[in-house]
């Protein structure tokens, strides 16, 4: 307080705009710095929301299905076609000539270990880096524990109570993907799109047959 001059009035104004000026240059520092700190953290909560995100959609294809058969199967489709080319040659029976569900899973669980390989915790990444290991050398994996690791992240992460240890919660595999639309409904569309083709042709040569027997009808004289 001892360089403000409040003697005359040149020297309050001067005193009033130079503590309005150093108020605004306060005020303004604060609104920059509240700013930085909520962009940084609108950043880091759009991170978070991502990656939960991508480890819910892939605890949702790795332990979407507690029933039937909860292995991954490694093998691709040149393996099933190999497969089923042995078995007409042998004359075996039991080979699915037809289902490519176990391929379709299997392509599910490889993007899902991607995904967790890349986003996951310490814990999951070497239980996805293994799981990737063995399927490429051939081996089926199961992915229960997997599947309860990322449990246990993501409940932690949303602040849920994690699921009682004496909760007995059955093995947990990837899911069955949706089948496929068969060829009855494209059929189905077909006969549907040539029905209205039909229709319209129809209706067009209705419309010429009109108008070419009125372009051959005689004109009737006048009447006197």
Known sequence: MRGLDFSSWQGLLTTLAGLALITVIGVGIRLLVMQ??????????????????????????????????LEVDPRHLRDLRDLRVQAR????????EGSDRPRRIRDAVEAALSDIILLGTDEQVRLAAQAAHDLAAGRPIHTDALVVSLRDFIRSVLD???????????????????????????????GRQGGGAGMGAAGLGAGAGMGAGAAIEPDRDPPR
Do not use: C, H, M, W
């Open 160 to 190: 849920l109570e994690p699921v009682p240890s004496s909760l007995s919660i059955p093995r947990q595999g990837p899911a069955r993907p949706a089948a496929s639309k068969g060829k009855g409904e494209g059929a189905k569309g077909e």
């Open 89 to 96: 040659e042998t004359g075996a029976d039991g080979v699915d």
């Open 36 to 69: 930085t700190v909520q962009e940084r953290r609108a950043r880091e909560n759009s991170q978070i929301n991502e990656r939960l995100r991508t480890l819910i959609a892939a605890y949702k294809v790795l332990g979407g299905s507690f029933t039937g058969a």
